[in-house]
């Protein structure tokens, strides 16, 4: 069994009288507070629901109601059994322990990682998971795309058994509304049918935002699913109690490690969660047992700033991954559909992806390959939403739901061939232009004003072009903020008195990064390093934006195709 966690993304149903397990940790009833606020998704804004969960709204949109108007929102939410679908989001242990053990800006940022891949796949699920059924005149079984998703993110730290485990519940309510704006349970069949694919993109833009926030390098996956290198496999056992305790209820009963079975040995093993410690309260005995084991802080300084690669380099990898993608969609049995692109797209990229670039690769080759260029479409109505993904009642390529259409793998090979060549002629240089120049990482070697000059030259002189300076004004300012800060251009103060942890924890572990300050820039701070990277990909994305103009780059950056 993985340690750490589930083999995909696990969906529960939910039974009527469980909105207050969510709650609890929160203190929204009046407990301590263990669990950081519950927040509403950004896809439910259409409900005006925004920020932090309260008992009230949450209690409404559970039982169907419209919290701001109280109307009941279906005709039929008497009948309706199951309010809504916990989709919890595990992160492998090795990123649960540097949420826990790590410094303020390490924890901070695994976090942060964690919750873009979270949104990521959220966003994914809504636009090709979520679908509500209807009856036509004509008596035809309809399935059709919901307006958004609405629900709320549960994010935790720990395990009942008190290990870290860093993991989201993303409650989805029950509730779907159709392009006319009628609502409706959903049908649930689509988020199954999909979680897989949700699952594999969520730690796919996991591995690619650590390793873009804090340089870590991975170990290669394992069913989509990736440990950091550099931590033991004996720190990752010791902490993950949960997976012990499941695994010695089958051993001892001769019982097979399905999911079916496991999941029917964790409901056994499982304790009640304790609701009285919370992460803070752990991190010192977490310190202690990983150190006992040889990870101590100076250890946990090694994974760190291995790993970058800006953002040329992850086009790099896309590119070379549409061998291995096709490879692995060859072996599959009979026709393939947008669900097993996105899964073997992910699996392929041992460091991660953007989302966008993900989504856009695949779209383009389910487009091509389907002669479907209704999202196409869509962007040119304003339907994009910047992220390679429709929004509204804007079709998803290939179907919605369970009704994917489904393609030939001898289609997609051409295609995938096709996109490709599209696809290299987006991310390489023009020829004569430098491919990456002068890097960020360099400045840190050099005096401060030649330094600026330097990340200056790189996006060039100002342009005429109202569109283009726009992003070459929005790089100059990142440039001069930045040399200000750490290139001591502008009497820079010291760059890495803020970090540490200040929750709990000895002083040997007040600042995880220190051992990371004493040479270049990627030996600097951790907050250096992270506003480093930023830079890099800004840098690079603007002198893009100017080679080719935001018309050419918007329009071949949606789904691949020539215009």
């Known amino acids: ?22 709650l609890l940790p929160t203190g929204v009833l009046g407990n301590k507070q263990i669990e950081p606020a519950g927040q509403w998704m950004e896809s439910s804004s259409f409900l005006k629901l925004q920020g932090a969960v309260d008992r009230e709204r949450w209690y409404s949109i559970l039982a169907g109601i419209d919290p701001a108007t109280g109307n009941v929102l279906s005709a039929n939410q008497g009948r309706v059994k199951v309010p809504g679908f916990d989709l919890t989001f ?11 053990i790590g410094d303020q800006e390490v924890s901070s940022a695994t976090i942060a990682s964690h919750d873009r891949a979270v949104s990521t796949a959220l966003n994914y699920l809504e636009c090709h998971g979520m679908a509500v059924r209807r009856t036509a005149e004509s008596h035809e079984k309809l399935i059709l795309p919901v307006e958004g998703m609405v629900g709320a993110n549960f994010l935790h730290r720990t395990a ?45 833009v996991l591995r690619y935002e650590l390793g873009s926030r804090l340089g870590v390098n991975w170990e290669q996956p394992v069913n989509g699913r990736a440990d950091i290198k550099g931590i033991p496999r004996e720190v990752i056992l010791e902490f993950s109690t949960r997976t012990a305790q499941i695994a010695e209820y089958l051993d001892s009963r001769g019982i097979g490690a399905s999911s079916n079975a496991r999941y029917i040995a964790g409901v056994a093993t499982r304790g009640e969660k304790d609701l009285d410690i919370s992460a803070d309260d752990l991190v010192g005995q977490w310190r202690d047992r990983a150190m006992s084991l040889g990870m101590g802080p100076v250890q946990l300084d090694n994974v760190f700033g291995i790993g970058y690669m800006d ?15 096709a490879a692995t969609l060859a072996e599959k049995d009979g026709p393939v559909c947008r669900r097993d692109v996105v899964r073997a797209w992910s699996a392929a990229l041992v460091a991660g992806a953007p989302g966008e670039e993900i989504n856009r690769a695949v779209d383009s080759v389910i487009g091509l390959a389907s002669h479907n260029l209704q999202s196409e479409v869509g962007r040119r109505n304003g339907l994009d939403r910047g992220d390679g993904m429709r929004r509204g009642n804007e079709p998803a390529i290939g179907g919605v739901g369970v009704r994917e259409e489904r393609i030939e793998v001898s289609a997609i090979e051409v295609a995938m061939r096709n996109s490709r060549d599209v696809a290299r002629e987006r991310y390489e240089w023009p020829a004569g232009m430098q491919y990456r120049g002068m890097s960020v990482e360099t400045t840190g070697q050099i005096s401060g004003g030649r330094a600026l000059q330097g990340l200056l030259d790189r996006i060039g002189p100002q342009p005429e072009d109202e569109h283009c300076l726009a992003a070459w004004s929005e790089a100059y300012k990142a440039i001069h903020s930045y040399g200000e800060r750490w290139l001591g251009v502008v009497g820079a103060g010291d760059s890495g008195q803020e970090v540490g942890n200040s929750r709990v924890g000895s002083d040997q572990w007040q600042g995880t990064g220190d051992s990371l300050r004493q040479n ?8 250096q390093r992270v506003e480093a990277n930023d830079l890099e990909r800004l840098i690079s994305q603007t002198r893009l934006q100017l080679q080719l103009g935001h018309e050419i780059v918007d329009s071949r950056m949606d789904y691949g195709l020539e215009l």
């Open 1 to 22: 069994m993985y340690p750490g966690g589930v083999r995909v993304l696990r969906i529960s149903k939910l039974s009527h009288g469980r909105a207050d397990y969510y």
């Open 90 to 100: 595990c992160a492998p242990k090795s990123v649960s322990l540097l949420a826990g």
């Open 160 to 204: 009942r058994s008190l290990d870290p485990h860093l993991h989201t519940h993303s409650v989805v309510a029950n509730l779907g509304s159709d392009p006319e704006k009628s609502w409706s349970a959903l049908d649930g069949r689509g988020l199954y049918a999909h979680r897989a694919a949700a699952d594999a993109l969520y730690h796919t």
């Open 311 to 325: 953002k040329g380099e992850h086009f790099d990898a896309i590119l070379h991954s549409y061998d291995k993608v």
């Open 520 to 527: 270049s820039l990627r030996q600097n701070s951790l907050r």
